[in-house]
């Protein structure tokens, strides 16, 4: 076993089996329908979001919204890794510029002291941009590194990595009101697509298209010139509910990155596609 525990939040995207690989704890953040919450995932799986947020859309003409977990649930996964003999929990978890996910953990990792030490780290960003950082970070441990090496680790992926994607559906960004440069999408005379990028953590609008195509290449683009011709070390194909297109466009975008690998693909998740609406299609990357 591992000397030291790694948490995270279900924002991360990280397919389940890759989690257990990398022994890396999530704790599910709250997707909230009218009165009704559900756990991220696992009460609400991306397929069943999807279905249920057009209906919620349709009856209500109201947008379901999120929560992050409670300190109550990171003090229960906190607590239950000290019982399996862990005495260090490194917690890294959506960017804090967006979402109170990191101060409810830090509220949880006070009340656990007196049994587990938890470093809480801000991400900074979401996805697999952060989930890069914590398989990077349980890299450095499993070869023998310790707390500083694991958070040296992580904020080297801070530095060399980027998540952009492009939406389709503007309403979400400007319901949810946490991407700046929204407004000026959703106020064009001409329907645009924006492309959104998480930049010190904060969602932005970082340019906008008149087609999806375009978008596209516009996000591989910023890709690109953030890794300055650095070979690409790990990539993502991130979708909103659109797995289909997703994989098709997959390989055209590792080839246009440089990605000698098979790209991960994965869905954004029903408490990110809350605020950034399904259809949505990007990269996470992360270069050497």
Known sequence: MSPIAFVTDTTVNMPSEMARAYG????????????????????????????????????????????????????????????????????????AKASGTCQAAELAAEMVRDEIQVVVVDSESTSMQMGFMLIEAVEAVRAGGGVAEALAAIEAVKARSRLYFTVTEIEHLTASG???????????????????????????????????????????ALVREAAQGAPIKRMAVVHGGIEEKARAWAPEAAAALGFQGEPLVVDFGPALAVHFGPGLLGVAAQWA
């Open 24 to 95: 890396i704890h999530v704790v599910p953040v709250y997707v909230i329908f009218g009165d009704q919450s559900y756990k991220d995932y696992e009460e609400m799986p991306p397929e069943v979001f999807y279905r249920r947020l057009a209906e919620y859309k349709r009856e209500t003409g109201a947008m379901p919204t999120t929560s992050q977990p409670s300190p109550a649930d990171f003090r229960a996964a906190y607590l239950a890794l000290a019982e399996q003999g862990y005495t260090t929990a490194i917690s890294v978890h959506v960017t």
């Open 178 to 220: 946490r991407t700046q440069g929204a407004e000026a999408a959703a106020q064009a005379a001409v329907q645009v697509k924006p492309v959104v990028g998480l930049l010190d953590g904060v969602p932005k609008a970082v340019a906008t298209e008149r087609t999806y195509r375009g978008a596209l290449k516009r996000v591989l």
